[in-house]
C-alpha cells in the first residue's frame, strides 16, 4: 500500500473563532465579515452537491501517482482507482475502508482523527467542532483549510474551488499528516446531478 494511509495529521497553531484569528493577525472586521461569508458558501456546496462525480489524480508523498473516479455525497465519498491498479477507498458512517485488489489487502480505520473525517460530517457545518484556520479567495478560485477544534496536532485538511460568477467547483483535496507529508487529489469534470449515489457504493464491504 502507498505511503500516507491512513490519513494522520500535523501539528498546527489555530485560534478558535473567526474573529479572534481575524483580531490576532490584524485582519480588518469587514474582511472577516467576507470571509465567514465565503465559509458559509462552502458548508452549503458540501452539503447540497449530491451525486458528485469527478476524475481524479491523486499525489502520494512519494510522489507517486494514483488516478481514477471520485463519487461524493454529503457525508460519505468513494474513490475507485485504475492505476497503478485496481483499489477503491469508501468513507461513511464514520469509518473507512481501502481495498487494495493488486494485493489483496483490506485496510479499515476510524474518521474521527483523520482530516478525511472533516470533510464527511453529515450535515457538515464549518464551526464549533470545526475551525476554519485559512481563507484564500483570489481570481476565479477560493481555498478553506480546515482543522478540528479539539484536537489541532490531528491534521488539516484544505479543499480548493473554482468559484466562477459565484458558483463553486470542487477542484482539489488536499489532507496533511502529523508527519508534514501530503496527499493531494487533483479533480477536473467535477459535476454533481443533484440525486444520491445508490447506497450500495457506500458499503464498508471489501467485495462490493
Known amino acids: 500500500m502507498k505511503p500516507g494511509f491512513p490519513f494522520a495529521t ?17 485582519v480588518p472586521a469587514r474582511e472577516a465579515l467576507d470571509q465567514h461569508g465565503e465559509i458559509e458558501r462552502v458548508e452549503t456546496y458540501l452539503n447540497t452537491a449530491r451525486g458528485l462525480k469527478a476524475d481524479f489524480v491523486q499525489t502520494w508523498p ?9 463519487r461524493y455525497d454529503p457525508g460519505r465519498l468513494r474513490l475507485d482507482y485504475t492505476t497503478p491498479g ?15 485488489h493488486r494485493r489483496e489487502s483490506v485496510t479499515r480505520m476510524s ?12 450535515p457538515v457545518h ?24 479539539d484536537s489541532a ?6 479543499l480548493g474551488f473554482s468559484d466562477i460568477g459565484g458558483r463553486l467547483s470542487l477542484l482539489v483535496i488536499e489532507m496533511t499528516d502529523v ?19 445508490p447506497d450500495a457504493l457506500f458499503t464498508l464491504s471489501p467485495t462490493d
Open 10 to 26: 500535523r501539528r498546527l497553531m489555530m485560534g478558535g473563532m473567526l474573529t479572534l484569528l481575524a483580531a490576532c493577525a490584524g
Open 62 to 70: 512519494d510522489g507517486g501517482k494514483g488516478q481514477g473516479v471520485l
Open 86 to 100: 485496481p483499489m477503491k477507498l469508501v468513507a461513511a458512517n464514520g469509518h473507512l475502508l481501502f481495498v487494495d
Open 111 to 122: 474518521l474521527g482523527r483523520q482530516p478525511l473525517g472533516l470533510l464527511l460530517n453529515q
Open 126 to 149: 464549518l464551526s464549533g467542532q470545526i475551525v476554519v484556520t485559512a481563507v484564500q479567495h483570489g481570481t476565479n478560485s477560493l481555498q478553506v483549510s480546515l482543522a478540528r477544534a
Open 153 to 158: 496536532s490531528q491534521g488539516i485538511l484544505t
Open 179 to 197: 508527519e508534514r507529508q501530503h496527499i493531494r487529489l487533483d479533480l477536473t469534470d467535477a459535476a454533481a446531478s443533484g440525486e444520491s449515489w
